[in-house]
């Protein structure tokens, strides 16, 4: 899994917009695919599998989840950014997964696991 992907999930609680302000992103939102560059705001129902890629070197996005609460799993799973850049492209270690994975239903969410 790539350090700035997320992988497919589900929210059952909120929807996710996200605006785009600077670079371009690939959005997967159910069955569509949508190209976005600044300016494009781009709707993710809930209870709708979606993901996207970072598709420029730098991206900034103003993401709003409605209603909030979802702010709580990423203060769970997550560090403070060191910096406004991009990190370099990491693997997330097996053990940073399986904390994502048990936390995701206390806060109303699911991984979209591919099937071997």
Do not use: W
Not at 82 to 108: D, F, N, R
């Amino acid at each position: 899994m790539d350090g700035n992907v997320p992988p497919p999930h589900i929210h059952h609680r909120e929807d996710e917009t996200f605006s785009v302000l600077e670079g371009e992103m690939t959005f997967s939102i159910g069955a569509r695919t949508i190209k976005a560059a600044p300016g494009t705001m781009v709707f993710a129902p809930r209870d709708v599998v979606h993901s996207f890629t970072i598709d420029s070197d730098q991206v900034r996005i103003l993401v709003m989840n409605t209603p909030a609460g979802v702010e709580e799993f990423f203060k769970e799973c997550s560090v403070p950014a060191p910096s406004m850049t991009l990190p370099p492209p990491t693997e997330v270690s097996y053990g940073e997964i399986q904390k994502m994975m048990a936390l995701a239903p206390k806060h109303g969410f699911e991984f979209v696991l591919p099937k071997h």
